[in-house]
Nanobody, 117 residues
Framework: VQLQASGGGLVQPGGSLRLSCVAS??????????MAWYRQAQGKTRELVAT???????NYANSVKGRFTIDKDNAKNTVYLQMNNLKPEDTADYYC??????????WGEGTLVTVSS
């Protein structure tokens, strides 16, 4: 599967951005465990930001709860990450991820989010 992420950019603290990830295959297929967003700040390890299962259950990292929302449009094979009240510590490359029950673990290229005044 190919995952194409977009929507990153420069935003001031307190601002919002919406990331999109378009998959080349169905994100509602029976073998899909979840779709996810990860992020990696410079010099740090990649961390999980949010997941959404095939059935729509959502989980978030504590650091983004109440500020970020993950959602998906099955018809468009697209996953979104709405990011509100952005903070400088949210600055990172954001990656889309797809995990299947069969063990496939697919990554897209990152999209850079920079939160700075």
């Amino acid at each position: 599967v190919q995952l194409q992420a977009s929507g990153g950019g420069l935003v001031q603290p307190g601002g919002s951005l919406r990331l999109s990830c378009v998959a080349s295959r169905s994100i509602f297929a029976d073998d899909i465990m979840f779709m996810a967003w990860y992020r990696q700040a410079q010099g740090k390890t990649r961390e999980l930001v949010a997941t959404i299962t095939r059935g729509g259950s959502r989980n978030y990292a504590n650091s983004v709860k109440g500020r970020f929302t993950i959602d998906k449009d099955n018809a468009k094979n697209t996953v979104y990450l709405q990011m509100n009240n952005l903070k400088p510590e949210d600055t990172a490359d954001y990656y889309c991820n797809q995990r299947t029950f069969g063990g496939e673990n697919s990554w897209g290229e990152g999209t850079l989010v920079t939160v700075s005044s």
